[in-house]
């Protein structure tokens, strides 16, 4: 069954220091993910995603994470934090290739701190 | 572009009543709209899939009877919380996929709080 894992609950980072949320998958086949942000009591805003192509995606707000397939992880990072970036962060993974249904990571809360 | 709605954004309501809460693309048509629940500082919990025109497709554990999905055109999605009790309370979050499009992506509303006291 597909899967994805965020082994931090919280992530501290002071402002101007480079982040990196965590986030490992087990898929069979070839994983479609996504990593998307959640602001309070708002919805899921998406960052970016892997399909295929160059391992190291380019997203939204200076976001960008790598598709690692040896390690099945797609780490979300950003090389400078704003105390802005503080949000809630989700990785998730299409549950199959013929299906648009999309199983998330249990979230991962990102505090950046001025 | 690719702008989801809801409304209410946040609804109050007494135990036994029912409530609707409307799902709708602004700016396209979606192919399919899915329907979400997430608990406080928990992941989002897929309720049920909905396609323009056809019966909504439910997850497992999830009561169609108590949560009836109408899905009348390709920019409308309905959720209703029949005879609502306190534990039904959460904010329920839409989404949709564009029609024609491959991006793979889903385009979230901004969600319902909705409380049952």
């Known amino acids: 069954a597909q899967s994805v894992a965020q082994p931090e609950d919280q992530v501290n980072v002071a402002e101007g220091n480079p982040l990196t949320v965590k986030c490992t998958y087990s898929v069979s086949g070839n994983p479609y993910l996504f990593w998307y942000v959640q602001y309070p009591n708002r919805g899921l805003q998406f960052l970016l995603k892997y399909i295929t192509g160059d391992n190291l995606v380019k997203g939204s707000y200076g976001f960008e994470a790598e598709f690692n397939k040896s390690q099945t992880s797609f780490h979300l990072k950003k090389p400078s934090a704003l105390v802005s970036d503080s949000a809630l962060y989700f990785c998730?993974?299409?549950?199959?290739?013929?299906?648009?249904?999309?199983?998330f990571g249990t979230g991962t809360r990102l505090q950046v701190f001025p | 572009g690719a702008v989801v709605s809801q409304h209410p954004s946040w609804v109050i309501c007494k135990s036994g009543t029912s409530v609707k809460i409307e799902c709708r693309s602004l700016d396209f048509q979606a192919t399919t709209m899915f329907w979400y629940r997430q608990f406080p500082k928990q992941s989002l919990m897929l309720m049920a899939t909905s396609n323009e025109g056809s019966k909504a497709t439910y997850e497992q554990g999830v009561e169609k009877d108590k949560f009836l999905i109408n899905h009348a055109s390709l920019t409308l999605s309905t959720l209703t919380v029949t005879s609502a009790h306190p534990e039904d309370s959460s904010f329920y979050i839409c989404s949709a996929t564009r029609e024609g499009a491959s991006s793979y992506e889903q385009y979230f509303g901004p969600g319902t709080r909705l409380t049952v006291t």
């Open positions: 998730a993974v299409r549950r199959s290739y013929n299906t648009d249904k999309l199983i």
